[in-house]
C-alpha cells in the first residue's frame, strides 16, 4: 500500500488559512488522496478528495503537485472548530478498498 | 451527506462479558462496510471488512472467534467483542462507502464511534 507522511502537528491563528502538507511519494496512477478529519471523541469526517486536479469545496481545497507525489489541503480561515486531527490518506482504483491511516496531523488553532 | 450511526455510543461492561456494537447506514446502502479500532492518542487500525451476505475479512492479528462480524444487511453491520478483557477497552469506530461510486473515488463515511471500557 502507498504510504503517506504527514507533520506530526502544526498550528494556526483563528481566521488564518492553513496549508497541511502531506506527501505520498510512492502513490500510483490510479491512486486518489483522500483527506479526512477527526474531533476529539468523534468518527472521523470527510473532507475532500482528488486525483490529479486540484479540487474545492465548501471546507476546504486541495492542492495536488503536478508530479501528485505530495499535496496540500487548504482550509482559507482556520476556526476553533477546524482544530483536529487531519488525515491524509490514499485508496486505490478497486471497489471495496480501505484506509490506510497514518498518525495524521494534529491541528491546534489559536484564539 | 450520507450519514452512518452507530450504537451503543459508550458502553461500560464487566470483564467476561460480551457487547454488541451496531453499524446502521442510515440514507443508503453499504455492501462493504469497515470495522476500525482506535486507542487513545493512537491512529485508527483496520480490524476488519464486513461483507453483506458473506463472511468478514479481518486483518492480522485480529482474532475473529473475538471479534465476531455480522453483516446481515445492506444497512446493518454488527461487530461483537466476546468474553472482553480490560485491553479490548478502545475506541471502535466503522465506516461505509459507496453510493454508487466506485473505486478509488468512492468516500466512505464513518460512524461516530463507540467508546468500550471493560472493568
Known amino acids: 500500500d502507498a504510504k503517506t507522511t504527514q507533520p506530526n502537528s502544526m498550528e494556526s491563528n483563528e481566521e488564518e488559512p492553513v496549508h497541511l502538507p502531506c506527501n505520498h511519494s510512492?502513490?500510483?496512477?490510479?491512486?486518489?488522496i483522500h483527506w479526512y478529519r477527526q474531533l476529539p471523541s468523534q468518527g472521523p469526517e470527510y473532507v475532500i478528495h482528488g486525483l490529479t486536479s486540484n479540487v474545492n469545496n465548501r471546507m476546504a481545497s486541495l492542492a495536488i503537485a503536478e508530479d501528485r507525489k505530495s499535496s496540500t489541503l487548504i482550509l482559507h480561515r482556520a476556526t476553533l472548530r477546524d482544530a483536529a486531527v487531519y488525515y491524509c490518506?490514499?485508496?486505490?482504483?478497486?471497489?471495496?478498498?480501505?484506509?490506510?491511516f497514518g498518525p495524521g496531523t494534529r491541528l491546534s488553532v489559536l484564539p | 451527506g450520507a450519514v452512518v450511526s452507530q450504537h451503543p455510543s459508550r458502553v461500560i461492561c464487566k470483564s467476561g462479558t460480551s457487547v454488541k456494537i451496531e453499524c446502521r447506514s442510515l440514507d443508503f446502502q453499504a455492501t462493504t462496510m469497515f470495522w476500525y479500532r482506535q486507542f487513545p492518542k493512537q491512529s485508527l487500525m483496520l480490524m476488519a471488512t464486513s461483507n453483506e451476505g458473506s463472511k468478514a475479512t479481518y486483518e492480522q492479528g485480529v482474532e475473529k472467534d473475538k471479534f465476531l462480524i455480522n453483516h446481515a444487511s445492506l444497512t446493518l453491520s454488527t461487530l461483537t467483542v466476546t468474553s472482553a478483557h480490560p485491553e479490548d477497552s478502545s475506541f471502535y469506530i466503522c465506516?461505509?462507502?459507496?453510493?454508487?461510486?466506485?473505486?478509488?473515488?468512492?468516500?466512505?463515511?464513518f460512524g461516530p464511534g463507540t467508546r468500550l471500557l471493560v472493568l
Open positions: 510512492t502513490i500510483s496512477g490510479t491512486d486518489y
Open positions: 490518506t490514499l485508496l486505490g482504483d478497486n471497489y471495496g478498498q480501505n484506509f490506510v
Open positions: 465506516s461505509a462507502g459507496g453510493l454508487g461510486t466506485r473505486g478509488g473515488g468512492e468516500t466512505q463515511y
